[in-house]
């Protein structure tokens, strides 16, 4: 993209935004403009509330967007996996149906993937959907549902042939959550936190149009909705960038992300707080000795390391060049990380780190790191899965022998 | 050094491990993690009934006179039901305090109702922030009047009486003494910890009336001796506590299912299991020698606890987070017990004194022993 | 803040590489290794003439090529990888950043030439029979006699020592101790009154010998007794460059372990699809990829200036070390009961990760290091 084209796109936005913004306006009356003028997803089709811009115009337009303050389309969530996904699978009735409110933020989304029979396995879901010869009746359970508790919408995975192997039996439904059929339970953590949701569907209903893609397509629908969960790991920051700018619309704003955001406030303990080691040592005067020294120096080197190996990633693939091993380290890392700094604080501590409360140690935060990092080697891949992915696809390892690549009926499997 | 335990020591094994798996499920456990209650008062009556609050308090204080082996038993048991009572601060500090240091007269008025189990003792040493020292204690006594504040006292909000470490000008600059908590000068306050299964207070003294407990400037020893006993029971029940995180992995491993197959035949989840066995087992080991030096009274006591403390704080901890990775997300709920033995681990391996404490008393004690 | 090698570093990393591994194949390693030298001269002169590899960091103004630390690493990596059996890391990782840290602009003038064109191999001489890196283990004496000094007591475990044709030596002033008094000295190898003998050590792709000075006479190397500051830089560069050579054999431990587990079978399936084994090669590669990451990034520090260098170098010394041997024992292990003969290779880089772990101070040694240098943090 020259310069010249960047210019003229930034001076486009810029005479919209001029003409167009206006903090007077309510979150979804602004949002509408943004996505009939199709600057709230550049990114996106023209024909679908976009302008067929190139991502890496993104930042430029995002420039002007922040010179005056202005607020984006809804991002939070899970929603913007929903629309990359109708967006790449989804036919027009979805396109028109859901695709503006997921923008102006009316609706909210959930991903219905996991199982309680099935974390690690995804593609082993049982939960069921029939038809009946007028709807899909879909009945089974899904766990770890952030948002279901809040969400309009839900992208749900189910099996719709058993005859068949693991992944070609499970088709893609979009769900209406709001049915009778629906139940949602909030899970409560060790922690003590409830950042996720288990969903009971009994003869919950799907009406054909609904359905995604093929039927028995499913699993490379999910595939696409976790591409995109992946490449939007840097997608946190920006929803928490807090504009603490006074107005409605801005109040609004922060509402809609803090909503979001809740689930995660307690994910910087379960990423051990590494930040707080060196304080935290000195105050309990435990820096004074040697071999737990010598465990904050482990941690400190192991932590920025991992930072580092991050950075080598993001260079490599800045310059053009092909990314090598250490792209697919950094979860593995994090979860390294996160053990040593616990054992660290473990170390570092007196009794006051057993407190939870505000008698405890930087007000029962330390304590909140005990009991939090174990989720870390678990959510979004367990570290044995991360090794066998290490080991398959970047060391070019041998699998192991399959012993679920018959019908699905006939796979062993769990009792829920 | 080399023993087994005896033929009637494993029945009373047996007897402990039939009668707490009747009456201290992990039900239990979650009962007063989840209520608001400090412990089990039913099972504490029970365990009462049993003996063995008064297993090692002599005779002569209606005491049933056994050796610390016979508690040992009962240690790694209760550790292993992961029982929510106040056994160890009663049992394991209070009554150790008072059998080691007690003049014959305080023998005689607080041994045989913690024999009978009438009243609840604990320990109060700590006082916050950092591990205590002489230097920063600043609870502090005048004749027989204390003041000061205590936390996190285990049991403290139950207790019927405290054992206390103030500072002192004189010896190794504490002293010990003994306070009714039951006065209008002491104030008590529950705290919420890491494990709620377990109950703890802070404790405010103003002037409370105490009876020193020991000679006066020799409090520090006395709490030294105390933990390096206690120490051994501790690392019993952490054990216990290890073996019942092995025993909860496994069954679940054995029984659930991914990509067609239990995930127990998987060498990741199967090697975990083993690696914590050998972990256990080697703990236990040092259990053993501290058992040994415990019931013996043996001058190898310090290196003994120490040894048997470290070890039990790493296995407990390895077998306790492992458990959880075994059941995946599902071992992170609340719903799932698998938080039980986790919390403990943690509790245990601070209570006393953290690891790095007890791996320089274990130096300490290893380089006497040398010059010795 | 370079985190990325350059199109022209990659170019240069293939050249070097291509060179190694045509001149170092295991073969050569263990010939060489079984020889007191413990070099190849022929191969020595081709790594001089046709690739200039000693005249790397030498300034252009002293005969050399003026390239920084992130190209030297490269070498050491790849040095590092091949094993190479030859007097590099003393000569121009020891010697030539000594003197580029101490010397005068003569004595620079004088000696960075000869090291450059490989003419001369130099050595730099700190520990004695304490094995101790830090300054105040330093018990050599400097003896005055008007501006006479001559040089009484021993060095040992110094690389290439016994056929180094100069030795920098690092000496006290009579009378100081701890940081101060310390000094550089040069020596030629054959001076009177130096007896040098070859240390039988675990790793025999690496030379070191013991060193006596007998009333040696000695040239100070800069200012006598000034020379605190140019030792601690002097093994920070040091411990920096031998961390980028220790990933480098790593990295080939856990390539060939890797191809090792893909093809060797056991109960009817190659061992590389057994769990125990993928997630010990996925550890593996993760601690590399670390301690890479450490390495590189304290290599590109030096040549930015930053100042974080020394304690860059703690970590980078100590994640490498803990890397190398980890890998070494995990390879050996995967490797089972072949992994342990003499005809397999891989106990040759694991004794090279062995002698490399202590080399420059032990991992432990760095980490304290780094934490009473880590102030503020990095």
């Given at each position: 993209m020259s310069n010249l084209t960047v210019n003229a796109v930034k001076e486009e936005v810029r005479a919209w935004l001029q003409e167009n913004w206006d903090a007077g306006l309510s979150l979804v009356e602004w949002r509408n403009k943004l996505a009939d003028s199709g600057w709230g997803v550049p990114d996106w089709p023209g024909q679908w509330y976009g302008r067929d811009l190139p991502v890496a115009m993104l930042p430029e337009i995002e420039e002007e967007f922040a010179e005056v303050n202005a607020v984006g389309v809804a991002r939070s969530g899970i929603r913007m996996l929903a629309a990359a996904t109708i967006l790449e699978h989804g036919n027009d009735l979805h396109k028109k149906e859901f695709l503006r409110r997921i923008l102006t933020g009316e609706d909210t989304w959930c991903q219905l993937f996991s199982e309680p029979g099935s974390g690690s396995d995804l593609a082993g879901a049982t939960t069921r959907a029939d038809f009946d010869g007028e709807n899909w009746i879909v009945n089974g359970q899904k766990l770890w549902t952030t948002s279901a508790h809040h969400a309009d919408y839900g992208l749900l995975l189910a099996r719709t042939d058993w005859d068949v192997p693991k992944h070609q039996g499970l088709t893609y439904f979009i769900l209406d959550m709001t049915q009778p059929g629906v139940d949602v339970h909030q899970v409560k953590q060790m922690n003590g936190h409830a950042s996720f949701n288990q969903v009971f569907i009994t003869d919950a209903t799907v009406a054909p149009q609904y359905r995604v893609d093929e039927e028995g397509a499913g699993w490379r629908v999910a595939m696409t909705t976790l591409a995109h969960e992946r490449r939007n790991a840097d997608g946190m920051n920006r929803l928490n960038r807090d504009s603490g700018l006074p107005g409605a619309i801005y109040e609004e704003e922060r509402k809609e992300v803090a909503t979001v955001m809740e689930p995660y406030k307690w994910y910087p303990q379960r990423a051990g707080r590494v930040d707080l080691v060196m304080q935290r040592a000195k105050?309990?005067?435990?820096?004074?000795?040697?071999?737990?020294?010598?465990?904050?120096?482990?941690?400190?080197?192991?932590?920025?390391?991992?930072?580092?190996?991050?950075?080598?990633?993001?260079?490599?693939?800045?310059?053009?060049?092909?990314?090598?091993?250490?792209?697919?380290?950094?979860?593995?890392?994090?979860?390294?990380?996160?053990?040593?700094?616990?054992?660290?604080?473990?170390?570092?501590?007196?009794?006051?780190?057993?407190?939870?409360?505000?008698?405890?140690?930087?007000?029962?935060?330390?304590?909140?790191?005990?009991?939090?990092?174990?989720?870390?080697?678990?959510?979004?891949?367990?570290?044995?899965?991360?090794?066998n992915i290490i080991a398959e696809r970047v060391l070019g390892m041998e699998k192991e022998p399959r012993f679920d690549s018959g019908p699905f009926k006939d796979v062993p499997r769990n009792v829920v | 050094m080399n023993f087994e335990f005896s033929e009637e020591q494993n029945l009373l094994r047996e007897q402990a491990s039939g009668f707490l798996k009747d009456h201290c499920s992990t039900k239990v456990v979650r009962k007063i993690l989840d209520g608001d209650e400090s412990y089990d008062q039913e099972l504490w009556t029970k365990v009462v009934e049993m003996g063995w609050t008064a297993t090692v308090i002599p005779e002569e204080y209606d005491g049933l006179g056994m050796s610390y082996l016979e508690l040992c038993v009962i240690a790694e048991e209760l550790g292993r039901s992961l029982a929510p009572l106040p056994f160890s601060s009663s049992v394991y500090l209070a009554t150790e305090a008072l059998l080691v240091a007690g003049s014959k007269e305080q023998k005689e008025e607080w041994l045989p109702k913690l024999a009978s189990g009438s009243i609840i003792g604990c320990l109060a040493a700590g006082e916050g922030k950092g591990q205590v020292t002489p230097k920063s204690l600043t609870t502090s006594a005048d004749a027989s009047s204390l003041s000061g504040s205590k936390l996190p006292v285990a049991d403290g909000d139950i207790a019927d009486f405290a054992v206390v470490f103030a500072a002192c000008d004189s010896g190794d600059g504490a002293s010990t003494y003994?306070?009714?908590?039951?006065?209008?000068?002491?104030?008590?306050?529950?705290?919420?910890?890491?494990?709620?299964?377990?109950?703890?207070?802070?404790?405010?003294?103003?002037?409370?009336?105490?009876?020193?407990?020991?000679?006066?400037?020799?409090?520090?020893?006395?709490?030294?001796?105390?933990?390096?006993?206690?120490?051994?029971?501790?690392?019993?029940?952490?054990?216990?506590?290890?073996?019942?995180?092995?025993?909860?992995?496994?069954?679940?491993?054995?029984?659930?299912?991914?990509?067609?197959?239990?995930?127990?035949?998987?060498?990741?989840?199967?090697?975990?299991?083993?690696?914590?066995?050998?972990?256990?087992?080697?703990?236990?080991?040092?259990?053993?020698?501290?058992?040994?030096?415990?019931?013996?009274?043996?001058?190898?006591?310090?290196?003994?606890?120490a040894t048997a403390r470290v070890g039990a704080i790493q296995a407990y901890y390895f077998a306790s987070k492992e458990n959880i990775q075994t059941h995946g997300g599902m071992g992170f709920t609340w719903e799932f017990d698998c938080q039980f033995p986790y919390r403990r681990s943690k509790l245990l391996s601070i209570n006393i004194g953290s690891e790095p404490v007890w791996q320089e008393k274990l130096i300490k004690a290893i380089e006497t022993g040398r010059a010795a | 803040m370079q985190f990325a090698f350059t199109e022209e570093q990659h170019q240069f990393k293939d050249v070097v590489k291509r060179f190694l591994r045509e001149k170092s194949p295991t073969t050569e390693v263990r010939r060489l290794m079984e020889t007191d030298d413990g070099f190849d001269p022929v191969v020595w002169k081709q790594l001089s003439d046709e690739l200039a590899l000693p005249s790397l960091i030498v300034p252009e103004n002293y005969g050399g090529a003026g390239f920084g630390f992130v190209e030297l690493s490269i070498v050491m990596e790849e040095m590092g990888h091949s094993l190479l059996c030859a007097p590099y890391f003393s000569s121009v990782v020891l010697a030539a950043n000594a003197i580029l840290n101490v010397g005068t602009e003569k004595q620079k003038l004088d000696l960075l030439p000869q090291i450059a064109s490989g003419s001369i191999r130099a050595t730099l001489a700190v520990t004695e029979s304490s094995g101790r890196w830090n300054a105040a283990a330093v018990e050599l004496v400097a003896e005055t006699d008007g501006d006479e000094f001559t040089l009484q007591g021993e060095k040992c475990f110094v690389v290439d020592g016994h056929t180094a044709g100069k030795i920098v030596v690092v000496a006290r002033l009579e009378g100081s101790e701890g940081d101060d008094g310390i000094s550089f000295f040069v020596v030629d190898g054959d001076a009177p009154g130096l007896t040098k003998s070859l240390l039988k050590t675990v790793d025999p792709t690496r030379k070191l010998a013991r060193l006596e000075f007998n009333s040696v006479q000695a040239e100070p190397l800069g200012e006598p007794g000034a020379g605190m500051g140019a030792l601690t830089k002097t093994l920070d560069q040091a411990a920096i460059a031998l961390s980028n050579e220790m990933i480098g054999g790593a990295q080939y431990l856990m390539d060939s372990t890797v191809e090792y587990s893909k093809v060797r079978m056991q109960f009817g399936r190659v061992i590389g699809s057994f769990q125990a084994i993928k997630h010990r090669c996925a550890d593996m590669l993760l601690l590399l990829e670390l301690a890479k990451s450490a390495a590189y990034r304290a290599a590109a520090a030096l040549d930015e200036g930053d100042e974080s260098v020394p304690v860059l170098a703690n970590m980078a010394k100590s994640a490498a070390s803990d890397a190398y041997i980890q890998i070494a024992a995990d390879s050996i292990q995967i490797h089972g009961g072949i992994g342990f003969t003499w005809d397999q290779d891989t106990h040759l880089w694991f004794k090279r990760a062995k002698s490399s772990e202590v080399f420059l101070g032990d991992p432990a040694y760095h980490r304290e290091l780094m934490m009473q240098r880590w102030g503020e943090g990095i």
């Open positions: 105050q309990t005067g435990r820096i004074e000795n040697a071999s737990v020294r010598q465990e904050i120096a482990k941690l400190l080197i192991m932590s920025k390391s991992a930072e580092w190996t991050a950075r080598r990633a993001r260079a490599a693939q800045e310059l053009g060049m092909p990314q090598g091993p250490e792209g697919s380290l950094g979860k593995l890392a994090a979860s390294n990380v996160a053990k040593q700094a616990s054992g660290v604080h473990t170390l570092i501590s007196g009794a006051d780190a057993l407190l939870t409360g505000s008698d405890g140690a930087m007000d029962g935060l330390i304590a909140e790191v005990l009991v939090s990092v174990p989720a870390v080697s678990i959510a979004g891949g367990t570290d044995e899965i991360q090794r | 003994l306070v009714d908590l039951n006065q209008s000068s002491v104030s008590r306050q529950k705290l919420d910890t890491i494990d709620p299964s377990r109950s703890h207070a802070k404790i405010d003294f103003a002037g409370a009336s105490a009876e020193l407990l020991g000679k006066e400037g020799e409090g520090w020893a006395l709490l030294n001796n105390i933990y390096d006993r206690a120490a051994v029971l501790f690392a019993w029940e952490q054990v216990g506590g290890a073996e019942t995180a092995l025993e909860m992995a496994k069954d679940y491993a054995m029984g659930r299912f991914a990509f067609g197959r239990p995930i127990a035949t998987y060498q990741a989840i199967k090697h975990k299991l083993a690696n914590m066995y050998v972990k256990n087992t080697l703990a236990k080991s040092n259990c053993y020698y501290g058992a040994w030096a415990l019931s013996t009274n043996a001058p190898e006591l310090p290196i003994a606890a | -």
